[in-house]
């Protein structure tokens, strides 16, 4: 069992940047595969970042270059640093654990999300 508390949105203007954490309980959080999702108001949920057990890293094409996802296994937290902002980003950013690459309905484990305002 795995619970998930993310943290660190907020409102931000465009070309700012945001870091969120997701803190993970339990003592297996260094076997779980993460992944950082988002979804906004009337939108389906959207794969934006995955880090594998070792460290491996992928993102969405449109995060590529912008966003970077870390982990660090002693504090059983991942990070997403967010640059170069757009207003197009704005949503709901939410924490999975346990799942297979950017495919959410293999993730077996979420947190509540954490918003992301980015104004114009």
């Known amino acids: 069992q795995v619970q998930l508390v993310e943290s660190g949105g907020g409102l931000v203007q465009a070309g700012g940047s945001l870091r969120l954490s997701c803190a993970a309980s339990?003592?297996?959080?260094?076997?779980?595969?993460m992944g950082w999702f988002r979804q906004a108001p009337g939108k389906e949920r959207e794969f934006v970042a995955g880090?594998?057990?070792?460290?491996?890293?992928y993102y969405a094409d449109s995060m590529k270059g912008r966003f970077t996802i870390s982990r660090d296994n002693a504090k059983n937290t991942v990070y997403l640093q967010m640059n170069s902002l757009k207003p197009e980003d704005t949503a709901v950013y939410l924490c999975?654990?346990?799942?297979?690459?950017?495919?959410?309905?293999?993730?077996?484990?979420w947190g509540q999300g954490t918003q992301v305002t980015v104004s114009s």
């Open positions: 999975a654990a346990g799942g297979l690459r950017g495919i959410a309905t293999t993730y077996g484990y």
């Open positions: 880090i594998s057990r070792n460290g491996d890293t």
């Open positions: 339990g003592r297996t959080f260094s076997s779980y595969h």
